[in-house]
């Protein structure tokens, strides 16, 4: 009898203050100024097979020619291809890297055939191999497939901020 009230006071106890706290340190926060410290992002680990180094800010896809393994990438060279992510880090050939499929890029490299504008989508260059691009308003290309958003206007190649989402 004496186990078994135990028992019911452990029961009755467990239920009653068990609980979870769920913490992820890249979750967006703000100093007390109201600053952004961190911002939302999701990473995988990817393996670059190109030959050389990748650059950090490159958007790449999954090799499927050489590897089926659903880590090793090459750079995006179409318009078409699905990116995987795009990277967060320099990965050199043979190594494993950081890839954002998810969050703010401050960046993502750019080809300026197109000018970018603030707000609209981010699509695969399909001239320049890892390279992002902007479709003309009003441009209709079907082929293309959005990846994320511009946060900045550009004319010139180089770098850009956007927020990438190849995670839907």
Request: proline share 1%; with cysteine; glycine share 8%.
């Amino acid at each position: 009898m004496k186990n078994f009230l135990v028992f019911i006071a452990f029961v009755i106890l467990a239920s009653t203050s068990v609980h979870a706290t769920i913490q992820n340190n890249f979750s967006n926060s703000f100093d007390a100024l109201g600053n952004v410290q961190y911002k939302d992002k999701v990473w995988i680990s990817v393996r670059n097979i190109t030959g050389s180094s990748i650059e950090r800010g490159m958007i790449v896809t999954y090799d499927t020619a050489t590897y089926d393994d659903a880590i090793t990438v090459s750079k995006v060279s179409n318009g078409y291809q699905p990116a995987a992510c795009v990277t967060d880090e320099a990965i050199a050939n043979g190594s494993m890297g950081k890839c954002l499929i998810y969050g703010y890029h401050d960046a993502i490299y750019f080809d300026a055939a197109t000018a970018s504008v603030a707000g609209e989508p981010i699509y695969s260059s399909s001239t320049t191999a890892g390279y992002s691009r902007a479709i003309a308003a009003g441009s209709v290309q079907a082929y293309n497939i959005k990846i994320g958003q511009f946060f900045d206007v550009a004319s010139t190649s180089g770098t850009i901020e956007g927020f990438i989402n190849v995670a839907k």
